[in-house]
C-alpha cells in the first residue's frame, strides 16, 4: 500500500473510532451498500459473509466493537476491489488452544486483524494480518463485552502468564465484587515468584499486618500440582497489592507490569476513598459504583480507559475438585 493509501486508511481508522450506536451502524449498512456496487454481489450475500466473519447469526446481534472491525474491512475491500474482499471477509475457524488448566473457552470470533490496534485487555499493541479474537460473552451482570484481543490474551494468558496478567484478573475480580478469586497453577507459580524474589516484603508494613506465609503454602502447592483453580480471598488479595507496591524494580518486572501495578493501586484506593464524590444514593456500593469512579478518574489510567468489568473466566472443576475441560 501506498503511503497515500496508509495514510487514508489511518484516517478513515480514527473517524470508524468515534462512531458508536445507530450512527455505526449505518456506516456499515452505507459501506456495504457501497462494496456491492463495486464488486457486483448482492448486498445480502454480502451481510452473510459479515455474520460469518464475526460468527453471529444476526447483525443486531453486533455491538460496536463487531462493528467497527467490520466497518474497517468493508472500506479496506472496497480499495482493494473485486480480488480481495472474499478472502479478507472470511473468519479463522480452526484455533489450537491449551489443554489443561491453561485452557480458555473456544473464541466466538477470529480473524487476521485489518488495521494495527491495541489489545482490548493487556494493551499490547498489534499489526494488521495478526490474528485476534473476541471471547464468548458472559451474559450476566456485572460482565460487559470485551472487545478486540490479542492472541495471547485471547488463548495463551492462562497458560503462559506474565506479572500483568495476574494483575488483571485480579483487578477485574475486584471490579465485579467477587469474593475473591481464582488462580490457576501457573498463574499461581508467577504470584509466588514475585512475592518471594525480595525477602525484604516479608517485613513490609502490609506483609505483617495481614501474613501471607499460608498464602505462599497454597501457592507453592498449587503450581507445583497445576492445580486448576486457587480460592485467594478478597482481602488476601488487596493485601498482595499492597505488598507488591513495596517491591522493588527487578529485571524481571516489564514496564507495562509496572503501569498495570500503579493502575490498580490507584484504583482501589479511589474505590475506597471516592475521590469524585459519587453520589451513593444513585450509584450504590457495587460495581455500578467502582465503574463510575473509574469514568470520573482524574488520573485515568489504561484501566480506566479500557473500563469492564470483564469476565476473564475461570477453570471449571466438579465436586470431586477435577479438571473440566473448557469446550
Known amino acids: 500500500m501506498t503511503l497515500f493509501g496508509v495514510e487514508d486508511v489511518l484516517r478513515h481508522d480514527h473517524e470508524t473510532d468515534a462512531l458508536a450506536g445507530t450512527e455505526l451502524r449505518e456506516q456499515v449498512t452505507q459501506a456495504v451498500d457501497a462494496l456491492s456496487a463495486t464488486v457486483g454481489e448482492d448486498p445480502q450475500t454480502l451481510y452473510s459473509r459479515v455474520l460469518k466473519l464475526l460468527n453471529i447469526p444476526r447483525l443486531s446481534d453486533a455491538d460496536d466493537h463487531d462493528l467497527r472491525e467490520v466497518l474497517r474491512e468493508l472500506r479496506l475491500c472496497e480499495r482493494e476491489g473485486r480480488r480481495a ?24 470470533s477470529v480473524k487476521a486483524a485489518s488495521v494495527p490496534g491495541t489489545c482490548a485487555l493487556c494493551g499490547d499493541g ?38 500483568r496478567d495476574v494483575l488483571l484478573r485480579t483487578f477485574h475480580a475486584l471490579f465485579a465484587g ?16 514475585w512475592l518471594t524474589e525480595e525477602p525484604a516484603l516479608a517485613t513490609s508494613k502490609p506483609w505483617t499486618s495481614d501474613p501471607l506465609e499460608n498464602t505462599l503454602v497454597r501457592l507453592r502447592v498449587s503450581a507445583a500440582d497445576e492445580t486448576p483453580a486457587t480460592w485467594l480471598s478478597a482481602q488476601t488479595a488487596h493485601t498482595i497489592v499492597a505488598v507488591l507496591q513495596e517491591a522493588p524494580s527487578s529485571p524481571v518486572m516489564t514496564p507495562q507490569d509496572g503501569e498495570t501495578l500503579e493502575a490498580l493501586v490507584q484504583h482501589l484506593a479511589e474505590w475506597e476513598t471516592n475521590p469524585a464524590g459519587v453520589r451513593r444514593a444513585q450509584y450504590g456500593t457495587g460495581w455500578r459504583y467502582r465503574q463510575r469512579v473509574l469514568q470520573l478518574t482524574a488520573h485515568p489510567t489504561a484501566l480506566s480507559e479500557r473500563g ?17 475441560e473448557t469446550e
Do not use: K
Open 85 to 108: 474482499y472474499r478472502a479478507r471477509l472470511r473468519r479463522v475457524t480452526r484455533v489450537d488452544r491449551p489443554g489443561g488448566i491453561g485452557r480458555l473457552p473456544r473464541p466466538r
Open 126 to 163: 498489534y499489526n494488521a494480518g495478526t490474528l485476534i479474537g473476541r471471547p464468548p460473552f458472559a451474559e450476566e451482570l456485572p460482565y460487559v463485552p470485551i472487545g478486540w484481543l490479542c492472541w495471547h490474551c485471547l488463548v495463551q494468558r492462562r497458560q503462559q502468564p506474565r506479572r
Open 178 to 193: 467477587m469474593e475473591g478469586l481464582d488462580l490457576n497453577g501457573h498463574e499461581c507459580a508467577v504470584l509466588l515468584d
Open 308 to 324: 469492564g468489568p470483564f469476565h476473564l473466566f475461570q477453570c471449571r472443576v466438579n465436586p470431586s475438585g477435577q479438571l473440566v
